[in-house]
């Protein structure tokens, strides 16, 4: 029986004498003697606020504040309303917050954040508010120094908020099926439909393109009304505007209402010479049929009047973006356009806009039954600002600024606005009108390449628009396109390996792997206008509010470099929110002797 | 006329004899590498010497059913086989250890077969803590953690082999051994106080010879009963040492210079998308797992036990106000009660563990209603008011005893549905906080990497499957013993 021991007292003794060589976590963690690294000290308790789709980012967080010391408590919030009503409430230490400049320009990213009345800030600080003035009143050559002192006072100087990344912005498509030429990936204008045509131009008319949104509940198809991504994609479609942006945030007019727009010396003129081959849409039987109705200049009028006047319907979402507009008319003599010069000082701003016409302007006339372009006869738009603001023309390649038709809002919207009552009066664009059922009665008119024949709660469908711009480059290629609402990320991408839906846009990180492993699946992806940052509750009584030496100690103690690890390396650096448009070239390098310096200076002040 | 011990062996054998063989295969199959198609020599081996013990099984099993096989007159070379299947533990193969001791030794009593599974408890969880040797450190506490842990199974496998004596021994001894085996289960190993209480049994005069009735005795012939009962003994000692031997930064500390590792030596699981080790943070989040399961299924045995016995008992108004208040409760469904309750008041163990508490009451009181309602018309109950005892008295002394067997069964099946509800919970972002080592917490991260990583997500589904697998077989163990039919 003895000799059954010895394998166990073997096993023993062989465990034993490994064991007595291994390390063990006191001695791993300790620093030694020589070593230049500062001890990490015992600090307050913080709340970190955030939604369960920030999940990552808020371990991350949690994760680099817990190793320099701090003691953090994750409040986790099932979802993105009742994260909202929290942070709004005041119920955090720091917050993960987000932000998207879908306007492409730097004001954009920083007035409604950071400026004192701002609707989305908590800052309020003069100088801040100062320097966001100052900026948007110069050209893109002076405003990077503005801008650059604006993220220091922003970050390193008051530590206000936390950047924590840029993300990239990817979509998915299949290329069997679709030509790669035609698919365009924008920074920050939503996917545009009308490029888009099958490998095998014939199916253009016969198949349908489906696409995927997640929403499926619209905010309102009226383009004013909402700026989320329920809707932009869709009214980016439906609405023309008068300029557009480039994939890489240039503003042109290629694809918008105008032939060419010039901005006249003092950047508080900007002209706009229109076309007269785009017609509004609209549905008869489910089809898209030519109304006849020019999109024309007093539509403009109308249109951008009704976007920066916060009366001109209930819950208006737009009108802040457009408040640097003063006044938009039709212009009537032409002669204004010959002695006014470019603010660049190259020519006339006639020469400037002539230069992109096929027929040179032999007159400009205000009713739209005069316009015809091929004689020369155009209607100029000339739009006023409020004070030199040239960032006005990315606000107009918004799709808040799509252009509506005047008679046909005017004969829907006959609600009596001071008595509004949603459960009765249905406005236009509201998606009862478009929804399958008994409240179908499709009112919308499009201006744009595409128009919504109706929804469900499984999928939007569309038709081209027959008077697009016909003939041109920019008329719209395939005839019917759906979009399918799959809420759920993963769900989305396994429509797409299916080939039920042709093409998914806004793909996550950690999903590139798969696509690139499928053969048919071309992966698209660039830098975004998103950036994720940590908002610290400076609007409070608590320490972090009162303190912007531990506001820096929390500050320092964020590493990007390993946010971007968990995320496949696939983040970008970010300062502020300005950090995707302007280069200043600030960074943000972790420090943890700049963490202790900091606490210690909190805690001595506090005493 | 087979003896029963012969009997006993040859169903032992028989139970074990597909599961050893599947088991040389797994091996096998697992050392199949894809692209380019190559064999792993070391996992070809392991498979190679198991197929080995494999057949020594079949070759025993193939012997011992022979009419000619007495239990207690082996010949040389049945001995020496069974001999040598015990050496299939070193490669892992606890069906021929368990089947080998049983065939080797000269007489099988029910102390005897829990020794069995206890030494195998104390093996298995070595086995698992050394895994710690290859990490870059280890906790303070882990040599004396490992070094309990061995002297432990050293004591036990001295137990397993002399403790059929221990009525031979003097009554000193007896107590120190006992006492000693007693204090051994600390570690979280339930199966050392079956053992001590069949020795303890054992070793009461008239008890040789006497029929085997208690559950203790009848769970010994359900050899799935016995796997699970070794497999929540092994977790529940894993929850119970991990706490020392296992370094919870590493569950819990983003690492990211080790982001999504495959499976190694070092990260026996792989590594998540934080860097955390997932081997680390399931042994931790057996420590949630088993007590969330264990608490939410006791706090609604008592209060539902408790409900359901008074309205039993008592009947007419006292059972129509308790039964229909409990109805309302009922026609609301379990996990809906769940989520709605976290997400009211926040996700966190306890409010976890209340959620889905409340759910299960209406059931027990149900279950212990019928019981009682049944005992209540015997005549034993009509002898007890006859004497004269009370209601409390007959309620405590007769009611709830003779009602309890049921409940016992339900409760072991119920812990299992609550580690899934705990885990599809936490899976649903409405569990315990992310961050914490949970094994539907764990499930979900590897839900999101199915496909490049699958490791992250098979390793924590195993373990659920395991441990409700197990509750179920012990479930069913227990209903069977329980059983007077089944007798």
Not at chain 1, 58 to 70: E, H, S, Y
Not at chain 1, 268 to 275: A, K, T
Not at chain 2, 332 to 361: K, M, Q, R
Request: contains cysteine.
């Amino acid at each position: 029986m003895r000799r059954k021991l010895l394998p166990f007292l073997t096993i023993a003794a062989s465990l034993s004498l490994a064991a007595c060589d291994v390390q063990t976590e006191d001695e791993a963690n300790s620093i030694p003697e020589d070593s230049e690294s500062v001890e990490t000290t015992e600090k307050i308790s913080l709340e970190l606020l955030g939604s369960a789709a920030d999940e990552t980012d808020l371990n991350i967080v949690r994760d680099q504040l817990n190793r320099n010391g701090f003691d953090v408590t994750l409040n986790t919030q099932p979802d993105y309303a009742s994260y909202r009503s929290l942070r709004d409430a005041g119920n955090y230490d720091l917050s993960i917050a987000s932000w998207t400049t879908v306007t492409g320009n730097p004001d954009y990213a920083v007035r409604s954040l950071f400026t004192s009345n701002g609707d989305n800030s908590i800052i309020d600080d003069e100088e801040v508010d100062a320097l966001i003035n100052e900026a948007a009143l110069q050209t893109p050559d002076e405003y990077t120094e503005t801008y650059d002192e604006l993220e220091h006072e922003l970050v390193d100087q008051e530590a206000y908020i936390v950047p924590l990344y840029n993300s990239l912005k990817a979509q998915a498509f299949n290329h069997d099926l679709l030509d790669p030429d035609t698919i365009r990936l924008s920074k920050s204008r939503a996917f545009a439909w009308e490029p888009v045509s099958y490998n095998d131009e014939s199916m253009n008319d016969s198949e349908t393109l489906m696409l995927t949104q997640t929403m499926s509940d619209l905010t309102s198809l009226d383009p004013i009304k909402g700026n989320d991504g329920s809707i932009n994609q869709l009214n980016t479609n439906m609405y023309v505007r008068l300029v557009n942006l480039t994939d890489d945030d240039e503003v042109v007019s290629d694809g918008s209402l105008s032939y060419s727009h010039a901005i006249a010396e003092g950047n508080s003129d900007y002209y706009f010479v229109l076309r007269d081959d785009i017609n509004f849409a609209a549905v008869e039987d489910m089809e898209a049929v030519d109304t006849g109705d020019m999109v024309s200049g007093s539509d403009v009028i109308y249109s951008l009047n009704r976007a920066k006047n916060p009366d001109a319907v209930p819950d208006h979402r737009t009108y802040s973006l457009h408040e640097h507009i003063d006044t938009v008319s039709l212009l009537s003599d032409l002669s204004e356009l010959e002695e006014t010069q470019l603010t660049d000082g190259s020519g006339s701003v006639l020469e400037a806009l002539e230069a992109e016409l096929d027929a040179p302007i032999s007159s400009v006339v205000e009713s739209a039954d005069d316009v015809n372009n091929e004689a020369g006869n155009y209607q100029v738009i000339k739009l006023t600002t409020t004070e030199p603001f040239p960032q006005v023309l990315n606000y107009l390649a918004h799709q808040s600024a799509g252009i509506v038709s005047q008679e046909q809002v005017e004969s829907i919207n006959t609600y009596d606005i001071d008595n509004f009552d949603i459960t009765t009066d249905v406005p236009y664009g509201d998606q009862r009108a478009v929804t399958e059922g008994d409240t179908y009665d499709n009112h919308l008119y499009a201006s744009g390449p595409y128009i919504m024949i109706q929804k469900n709660d499984y999928e939007a469908t569309f038709q081209k628009n027959p008077a697009y711009m016909n003939g041109t480059e920019n008329e719209a290629n395939i005839a019917n396109v759906t979009v399918r609402f799959i809420g759920d990320e993963d769900s989305a991408l396994s429509a797409l390996r299916s080939e039920e839906i042709d093409l998914m846009y806004g793909l996550g990180e950690t999903k590139y792997e798969v696509v690139e492993a499928e053969e048919n699946l071309t992966l698209q992806s660039r830098q975004s206008n998103g950036v994720k940052y940590l908002m610290i509750n400076v609007d409070s009584d608590r320490d972090v509010a009162q303190s912007a030496d531990l506001r820096k100690s929390i500050l320092y103690s964020i590493n990007q470099d390993e946010i971007s690890a968990a995320y496949d390396g696939l983040k970008l650096k970010a300062y502020t929110t300005v950090t995707p448009l302007v280069d200043t070239g600030n960074e943000l390098i972790p420090d943890q002797s700049k963490v202790e310096e900091f606490y210690q200076n909190y805690e001595d002040s506090a005493e | 006329m087979r003896s029963y011990q012969t009997n006993q062996i040859i169903e032992q054998l028989k139970f074990n004899n597909g599961l050893t063989w599947a088991y040389s295969i797994l091996w096998l199959i697992l050392s199949i590498e894809l692209q380019p198609f190559s064999f792993s020599l070391p996992l070809l081996l392991i498979g190679a010497v198991n197929l080995g013990f494999s057949f020594i099984h079949q070759l025993l099993l193939y012997r011992v059913r022979q009419s000619a096989f007495r239990a207690d007159r082996k010949t040389a070379v049945e001995r020496s086989l069974a001999a040598l299947m015990i050496f299939g533990i070193v490669t892992g193969n606890l069906f021929t250890f368990i089947s080998g001791i049983m065939a080797f030794k000269k007489s099988l009593s029910t102390g005897l077969i829990y020794s069995i599974y206890m030494v195998l408890v104390d093996m298995m969880i070595i086995a698992v803590t050394s895994l710690n040797l290859f990490k870059p450190f280890v906790t303070n506490y882990y040599l004396v953690g490992l070094s309990v842990l061995i002297i432990t199974l050293v004591y036990h496998s001295l137990i397993l082999a002399f403790g059929q004596k221990i009525y031979s021994w003097n009554p000193g001894v007896q107590r120190i051994a006992l006492g000693l085996l007693l204090l051994s289960g600390l570690t979280g190993n339930l199966l050392v106080f079956l053992v001590a209480a069949s020795f303890y049994a054992d070793n009461q005069p008239y008890s040789k010879g006497k029929r085997q009735t208690s559950i203790r005795e009848k769970l010994t012939r359900n050899h799935a009963a016995l796997l699970g009962l070794l497999f929540i003994s092994f977790l529940l000692t894993l929850a119970l040492t991990s706490t020392f031997t296992f370094s919870y930064s590493f569950a819990v500390q983003n690492d990211y210079a080790n982001i999504l590792q495959n499976p190694s030596i070092q990260y026996p699981f792989g590594t998540d998308n934080f860097g955390r080790d997932v081997f680390t943070r399931i042994v931790y989040g057996s420590q949630i797992s088993l007590s969330v399961g264990v608490l939410a299924t006791a706090i609604p045995l008592l209060i539902g036990g408790a409900l359901g016995a008074i309205s039993g008992f008592y009947g007419r108004q006292t059972d129509n106000i308790i039964m229909r208040l409990l109805d309302i409760l009922y026609a609301i469904p379990g996990l809906l009660l769940a989520i709605t309750i976290v997400a009211a008041f926040g996700a966190s163990t306890t409010n976890l563990i209340i959620a889905l508490s409340l759910g299960y009451i209406p059931s027990y009181a149900r279950t212990m209603r019928a019981n009682v309602l049944q005992v209540t018309n015997l005549e034993y109950i009509d002898a007890a008011r006859a004497l004269g005892q009370n209601n409390k008295q007959i309620i405590l002394k007769h009611v709830i005893p003779n009602a309890m067997a049921p409940m016992i069964v339900r409760s072991t099946l119920t812990i299992g549905t609550a580690v899934i509800a705990t885990s599809s919970l936490s899976y649903l972002g409405l569990g315990v906080e992310a961050h914490v080592p949970e094994w539907g917490n764990i499930l979900r991260i590897g839900s999101q990497y199915l496909e490049t990583y699958p490791y992250l997500a098979i390793y924590p589904g195993l373990a659920i499957i395991l441990l409700v697998l197990s509750f179920n077989f012990l479930g069913d163990g227990i209903r069977d013993a329980t059983d007077p039919r089944l007798n």
